[in-house]
């Protein structure tokens, strides 16, 4: 790095002119002080306070010795500053090479500010190394998801094109319902899209919450039902909320589809009540509950407490997270918790009015 040895040589040539430049001005001031004593006040000095032979080369020591400790100190204090600036240099050189993994050592002696740059650094890149992870696994995920509705329906409408199957009715149906389950995953992922980026738009006003998310339980019921999951509401419906009904809507949708595919059959409870000035909608299950492990990472797009279920049952991995994104987008936040029956309970919660108390 060429900028570095200047540097160096900068500091070392600064201090020791520095150094330099104090020692004469004491040496010059001090002749100076006795050339005007002796020119305007003569007799005030006596020649034995002039400096022998002997003093002067004891001074002239003193002076090149001052001047090697300065020079050994700059030295030394420019070591401390660009060893760890060479070294996060050399290493955003193999970042910009895509080694991602490169890291600077931390030097317990260096200086407070260089050895925050050099931490601040090696946080940047490892932010960026798991940047990086997760687009790659969003890639691989997306075109995983993507894969197999397009094989069904290219498959389908090939042999439709060379009439291996008949037009027949069913086969259409079937057709659909692929085109709708593609439909379903790209508006999740344009809805985490948006989040990501802050542009998730919502329409926020006051109303009843309880009577649009009625209007979902109604619609889930004999579904539900059929699967092995009774449907309970308590929902609270005197209680105004500041929210955008159709996202909410659609995160109890997610969180009841979850529910279907995951849990063990039993009754199902959706609440919606006020807890201080939070509105709280959750959704509890009868089992088999989740482990800390997985819960951790529960709402992460793309994760599945158990992958081999979850591909069966025809989950994409992307409804908690949407739901999560739903809960952000309203200044609120989403958790699981072990529940009072033996499973998990969803809890979706947002402040009731806006900062302010604007509806």
């Known amino acids: 790095m060429t900028s570095a040895p200047g540097l160096r040589r900068q500091i070392i040539r600064s201090l020791g002119l520095m150094a330099l430049g104090i020692i004469s001005l004491a040496v010059i001031g001090t002749y100076v002080f006795y050339a005007i004593a002796v020119t305007y006040v003569p007799g005030s000095i006596s020649e034995s306070w002039i400096p022998s032979r002997v003093e002067m080369i004891w001074i002239g020591s003193t002076i090149l010795i001052a001047l090697g400790v300065a020079l050994y100190v700059a030295v030394r204090l420019s070591r401390r500053i660009l060893t760890p600036l060479n070294s996060v240099a050399n290493s955003l050189r193999e970042v910009a090479e895509g080694k991602l993994d490169a890291r600077v050592p931390l030097d317990e002696q260096a200086i407070g500010e260089t050895a925050q740059l050099v931490r601040d650094f090696n946080t940047m890149a490892e932010r960026l190394q798991s940047m990086t992870r997760e687009r790659e696994?969003?890639?691989?995920?997306?075109?995983?998801?993507?894969?197999?509705?397009?094989?069904?329906?290219?498959?389908?409408?090939?042999g439709l094109a060379e009439g291996v199957f008949p037009p027949e009715r069913?086969?259409?149906?079937?057709?659909?319902?692929?085109?709708?389950?593609?439909?379903?995953l790209i508006e999740d992922l344009r809805v985490l899209s948006l989040n990501d980026s802050g542009h998730l738009e919502l329409q926020r006003e006051e109303s009843r919450l309880a009577d649009e998310l009625a209007v979902v339980l109604e619609a889930f019921a004999a579904s539900?039902?059929?699967s092995g999951f009774p449907l309970k509401g308590e929902l609270d419906t005197e209680l105004l909320v500041c929210c955008d009904a159709l996202r909410i809507r659609q995160a109890l949708m997610a969180l009841l589809e979850?529910?279907?595919?995951?849990?063990?059959?039993?009754?199902?409870?959706?609440?919606?009540?006020?807890?201080?000035?939070?509105?709280?909608l959750s959704v509890e299950d009868e089992g088999p509950g989740i482990s800390e492990e997985v819960a951790a990472h529960i709402f992460e797009a793309f994760r599945r407490g158990d992958p081999s279920r979850s591909r069966k049952s025809g989950g994409s991995g992307l409804g908690l997270a949407v739901v999560k994104a739903i809960a952000e987008a309203h200044g609120g936040s989403v958790t699981c918790q072990p529940g009072e029956r033996g499973g998990t309970t969803f809890l979706l919660s947002w402040p009731l009015q806006l900062p302010g108390g604007k509806p």
């Open 224 to 226: 539900l039902a059929a």
């Open 258 to 280: 979850n529910a279907q595919k995951h849990a063990v059959p039993g009754l199902l409870t959706v609440r919606l009540y006020r807890s201080g000035n939070l509105c709280v």
């Open 170 to 184: 069913e086969l259409f149906e079937g057709l659909l319902r692929q085109v709708e389950g593609l439909t379903h």
């Open 137 to 158: 696994f969003w890639n691989a995920a997306i075109a995983h998801e993507l894969r197999t509705p397009v094989t069904i329906l290219r498959g389908r409408l090939q």
